[in-house]
């Protein structure tokens, strides 16, 4: 029988569609099995001789995490789209005030980043962490996991890189360094001749002009986002109030136009609101309130006030966590925000490039979408448009990547050995003291999970400050008011203002659900479909409920659970000080101490103050350097700095099963244990 030739070209355009979307697909998985990789045996680290605070490493090693030194570096240089700076800016921007190069080593080794030697996948050099990003075909520097997730520790003149380690970084200091730098250029005639002159010969720009135009966008913005995210409490090293930031970003990205338009009149006369929105229609993009905050932010004064009406106050620092481990547990985040299980490790990283500067054009727009569709949006014609620089393919390989890495063991040949006695007695301290909120774990294991033991204010004591921030912020919802969330316990309908955790909910499921931007529609359609499918598909995590002590989320609070504080297992706790949450104790010795009191006349006690920059490690108290320098200050009696809590066996027993208050050597005894987890 003859086929209609009708039915044939329907059936061979069919076919013609599949292999469209499947054929790239395939493309993608194997160039990413055949990647070419720079495997480096030193992994690109180097060496600073002059260090701001004395520390020594004249040379530098790896411990053993099971990683190889070619996923070392892929995870140091791929980027995710984090776009910060123009990247022939940041190559040849001066420091305020002098002619050296911001990008010196001694200059990012100051801000505790990690100077780089040139390598095949670096070749400009650039710190741990610092990658050129290209969107929309121009290219910017931005931030990596690495900047913020790798670690050094100096112990005498011997420096371990520790791969998912909690950086020392001070990202604030940074960031402020980086704005004066643009200002010298924007404001000193000499200083901007020679900067246009020597971008203009790396040649990415066409003009003069152009280089003059993107010195001031960019300078307004860092100068904006500083004064926007302005602390009352200084961050200091090794710590950054993230989730403060990149609420504000996401508020910042959320106005339209009605909004804009209301805030404005709280804060200018008619003829200057009409002013600042002259020429824009009512579906702004980024880019048109950059420009209208660019018409109105016309002293830092205003800026404040702009800060005042629109954003939150970023005043909760945390310490940045280590990620060993992190694709096995349930919940992450300090106070388990974040769920662990489908595609909630994209949804976590996506806000993490939220707030390491990824380029968001989101903007209402009238085209209907199957990403809007899967976001949750419906059928309706208006809908919101989630177009960014994030890149969520690298997100998912990232995520990918972490699941081989392992704690890092104590190193006895560089740091000492162990006592085997102390560690047998400190094993029974621990399973009798810490087990219950911190479980063991075989670190080598590919079968291992960590559950999160959540332990409500109440209970454990440490600083509120960030785990009541994620509850109680609110903000203007703008282009996504009257649109639904999901919160476990039912839908929140986002109303004009609306809870920030809920808001930001909402944007990171946009982006997931949103194919890139700057690439052709087979590409970016395929990749996506890869991508989505790949990382629900094999993350072997599934939604759970969370486990302790903590307040559950009902229909009237649907962000309760947040005000509580995870407990994890301890493997590699060691190498991860300062401690707590908000890193206000500075050794594991000092944290099995009670925090200093008016009613305690003897005995120990964890500082008030110390001092946070060094990375010269104390192996006695388990911690890094808090004394006998000029770091950057620390004092636990400010707000958001508190010390208190988590008094486990630090006081005498006030009531019937209370656990007795340890001695010194039981001290030392669980000191020892924790040295060799």
């Given at each position: 029988?003859?086929?209609?030739?009708?039915?044939?070209?329907?059936?061979?355009?069919?076919?013609?569609?599949?292999?469209?979307?499947?054929?790239?697909?395939?493309?993608?998985?194997?160039?990413?099995?055949?990647?070419?990789?720079?495997?480096?045996?030193?992994?690109?680290?180097?060496?600073?001789?002059?260090?701001?605070?004395?520390?020594?490493?004249?040379?530098?090693?790896?411990?053993?995490?099971?990683?190889?030194?070619?996923?070392?570096?892929?995870?140091?240089?791929?980027?995710?789209?984090?776009?910060?700076?123009?990247?022939?800016?940041?190559?040849?921007?001066?420091?305020?005030?002098?002619?050296?190069?911001?990008?010196?080593?001694?200059?990012?080794?100051?801000?505790?980043?990690?100077?780089?030697?040139?390598?095949?996948?670096?070749?400009?050099?650039?710190?741990?962490?610092?990658?050129?990003?290209?969107?929309?075909?121009?290219?910017?520097?931005?931030?990596?996991?690495?900047?913020?997730?790798?670690?050094?520790?100096?112990?005498?003149?011997?420096?371990?890189?520790?791969?998912?380690?909690?950086?020392?970084?001070?990202?604030?200091?940074?960031?402020?360094?980086?704005?004066?730098?643009?200002?010298?250029?924007?404001?000193?005639?000499?200083?901007?001749?020679?900067?246009?002159?020597?971008?203009?010969?790396?040649?990415?720009?066409?003009?003069?002009?152009?280089?003059?135009?993107?010195?001031?966008?960019?300078?307004?913005?860092?100068?904006?986002?500083?004064?926007?995210?302005?602390?009352?409490?200084?961050?200091?090293?090794?710590?950054?109030?993230?989730?403060?930031?990149?609420?504000?970003?996401?508020?910042?990205?959320?106005?339209?136009?009605?909004?804009?338009?209301?805030?404005?009149?709280?804060?200018?006369?008619?003829?200057?609101?009409?002013?600042?929105?002259?020429?824009?229609?009512?579906?702004?993009?980024?880019?048109?309130?950059?420009?209208?905050?660019?018409?109105?932010?016309?002293?830092?004064?205003?800026?404040?006030?702009?800060?005042?009406?629109?954003?939150?106050?970023?005043?909760?620092?945390?310490?940045?966590?280590?990620?060993?481990?992190?694709?096995?547990?349930?919940?992450?985040?300090?106070?388990?925000?974040?769920?662990?299980?489908?595609?909630?490790?994209?949804?976590?990283?996506?806000?993490?490039v939220i707030g390491v500067f990824g380029s968001l054009d989101w903007h209402e727009g009238s085209r209907f979408s199957?990403?809007?569709?899967?976001?949750?949006?419906?059928?309706?014609?208006?809908?919101?448009?989630?177009?960014?620089?994030?890149?969520?393919?690298?997100?998912?390989?990232?995520?990918?990547?972490?699941?081989?890495?392992?704690?890092?063991?104590?190193?006895?040949?560089?740091?000492?050995?162990?006592?085997?006695?102390?560690?047998?007695?400190?094993?029974?301290?621990?399973?009798?003291?810490?087990?219950?909120?911190?479980?063991?774990?075989?670190?080598?294991?590919?079968?291992?999970?960590?559950?999160?033991?959540?332990?409500?204010?109440?209970?454990?004591?440490?600083?509120?400050?960030?785990?009541?921030?994620?509850?109680?912020?609110?903000?203007?919802?703008?282009?996504l008011r009257n649109q639904y969330v999901g919160a476990g316990v039912g839908d929140v309908l986002l109303d004009k203002?609306?809870?920030?955790?809920?808001?930001?909910?909402?944007?990171?499921?946009?982006?997931?659900?949103?194919?890139?931007?700057?690439?052709?529609?087979?590409?970016?359609?395929?990749?996506?479909?890869?991508?989505?499918?790949?990382?629900?598909?094999?993350?072997?995590?599934?939604?759970?409920?969370?486990?302790?002590?903590?307040?559950?989320?009902?229909?009237?609070?649907?962000?309760?659970?947040?005000?509580?504080?995870?407990?994890?297992?301890?493997?590699?706790?060691?190498?991860?000080?300062?401690?707590?949450?908000?890193g206000s104790v500075p050794t594991l010795y000092d944290l099995l101490l009670p925090a200093c009191s008016s009613e305690?006349?003897?005995?120990?006690?964890?500082?008030?103050?110390?001092?946070?920059?060094?990375?010269?490690?104390?192996?006695?108290?388990?911690?890094?350097?808090?004394?006998?320098?000029?770091?950057?200050?620390?004092?636990?009696?400010?707000?958001?700095?508190?010390?208190?809590?988590?008094?486990?066996?630090?006081?005498?027993?006030?009531?019937?099963?209370?656990?007795?208050?340890?001695?010194?050597?039981?001290?030392?005894?669980?000191?020892?244990?924790?040295?060799?987890?």
């Amino acid at each position: 029988m003859k086929i209609p030739e009708v039915k044939l070209k329907k059936r061979h355009g069919l076919y013609v569609l599949i292999l469209l979307f499947l054929i790239p697909p395939l493309v993608i998985a194997l160039a990413q099995r055949w990647q070419v990789s720079d495997d480096d045996p030193d992994r690109g680290a180097t060496t600073v001789k002059n260090d701001v605070f004395g520390d020594s490493a004249s040379k530098i090693v790896y411990l053993e995490q099971n990683w190889k030194p070619a996923q070392s570096l892929w995870f140091y240089t791929t980027t995710q789209g984090s776009n910060l700076l123009p990247y022939d800016f940041f190559l040849v921007l001066e420091q305020a005030g002098k002619p050296e190069l911001f990008r010196s080593d001694e200059n990012i080794n100051r801000y505790r980043y990690l100077p780089q030697k040139k390598t095949s996948s670096n070749p400009d050099a650039l710190p741990v962490g610092f990658v050129k990003d290209n969107y929309l075909k121009k290219d910017y520097m931005g931030f990596t996991c690495a900047a913020c997730h790798t670690a050094q520790i100096n112990y005498k003149g011997t420096g371990m890189r520790i791969d998912g380690g909690p950086a020392t970084a001070d990202m604030s200091g940074f960031l402020q360094g980086l704005t004066e730098a643009m200002v010298a250029v924007r404001d000193k005639p000499e200083v901007q001749k020679r900067f246009v002159r020597a971008v203009m010969q790396l040649g990415s720009y066409s003009s003069e002009a152009e280089v003059i135009a993107d010195i001031k966008t960019y300078t307004l913005r860092l100068t904006s986002y500083n004064i926007i995210n302005h602390s009352p409490v200084d961050y200091g090293y090794a710590r950054l109030d993230a989730f403060g930031r990149i609420y504000n970003r996401t508020l910042e990205h959320l106005l339209n136009r009605k909004q804009i338009e209301e805030v404005l009149g709280n804060l200018l006369s008619e003829a200057e609101v009409k002013t600042a929105l002259e020429g824009f229609g009512e579906n702004i993009s980024s880019s048109d309130r950059d420009k209208i905050i660019e018409r109105v932010a016309t002293s830092p004064k205003q800026i404040v006030k702009l800060r005042q009406e629109l954003f939150i106050k970023a005043d909760a620092p945390v310490s940045y966590p280590f990620l060993w481990d992190i694709a096995q547990h349930d919940y992450v985040q300090w106070n388990g925000l974040g769920g662990n299980g489908g595609l909630g490790p994209l949804g976590r990283n996506t806000g993490e490039v939220i707030g390491v500067f990824g380029s968001l054009d989101w903007h209402e727009g009238s085209r209907f979408s199957l990403a809007s569709l899967i976001a949750g949006q419906g059928l309706k014609k208006k809908t919101v448009e989630y177009d960014s620089s994030i890149n969520t393919q690298n997100l998912r390989r990232i995520e990918s990547q972490l699941v081989d890495l392992q704690s890092p063991k104590w190193p006895q040949d560089i740091l000492g050995k162990l006592d085997q006695t102390r560690i047998k007695r400190g094993a029974r301290l621990f399973d009798k003291y810490c087990v219950s909120c911190h479980a063991e774990i075989d670190r080598s294991s590919p079968e291992r999970r960590v559950v999160a033991h959540m332990s409500k204010l109440e209970e454990v004591g440490t600083d509120p400050t960030m785990a009541n921030n994620s509850v109680n912020y609110t903000g203007y919802s703008g282009i996504l008011r009257n649109q639904y969330v999901g919160a476990g316990v039912g839908d929140v309908l986002l109303d004009k203002k609306a809870p920030v955790a809920a808001l930001l909910t909402k944007a990171t499921l946009g982006v997931v659900t949103t194919p890139d931007a700057d690439k052709g529609f087979i590409r970016r359609w395929s990749e996506w479909l890869y991508n989505i499918i790949t990382a629900f598909f094999s993350n072997e995590i599934k939604d759970s409920n969370k486990h302790g002590n903590y307040i559950p989320d009902t229909t009237m609070n649907p962000y309760s659970s947040l005000q509580a504080y995870k407990g994890r297992s301890l493997n590699g706790i060691w190498a991860t000080g300062p401690y707590l949450h908000n890193g206000s104790v500075p050794t594991l010795y000092d944290l099995l101490l009670p925090a200093c009191s008016s009613e305690q006349k003897d005995g120990e006690c964890r500082p008030e103050k110390f001092q946070v920059g060094s990375r010269e490690f104390d192996a006695e108290k388990v911690g890094l350097k808090s004394t006998g320098y000029q770091g950057f200050t620390f004092d636990t009696r400010l707000p958001g700095n508190l010390n208190t809590g988590h008094d486990y066996g630090t006081k005498a027993p006030k009531n019937p099963g209370d656990l007795p208050m340890l001695s010194k050597e039981e001290r030392l005894d669980l000191l020892e244990y924790l040295k060799d987890q």
